[in-house]
């Protein structure tokens, strides 16, 4: 069971390569998360909120990434 999951995981995973002044916003109920090796500083920073709907923010601008 463990080898399918990773393998669903895998096949879902979206890796970008970070640059300077990059943000990450990650919804934790509708999201899996983790991070892969690196080197180099990092600063995390976390903070939570109530959910909101996009449709009930204006003006809304929604980025879908490829």
Do not use: Q
């Not at 069971?1 to 943000?23: F, I, K, M, Q, S």
């Not at 009930?56 to 929604?62: A, N």
């Amino acid at each position: 069971v463990v080898h399918l999951l990773n393998e669903v995981y895998e096949a879902h995973t979206a890796r970008r390569p970070w640059e300077a002044g990059d943000l990450l916003l990650v919804d934790n109920v509708r999201t899996a998360h983790s991070r892969e090796p690196f080197e180099g500083p990092r600063d995390v920073v976390v903070a939570l909120a109530d959910p909101v709907r996009l449709a009930d923010c204006s003006p809304t601008v929604e980025v879908t990434l490829p």
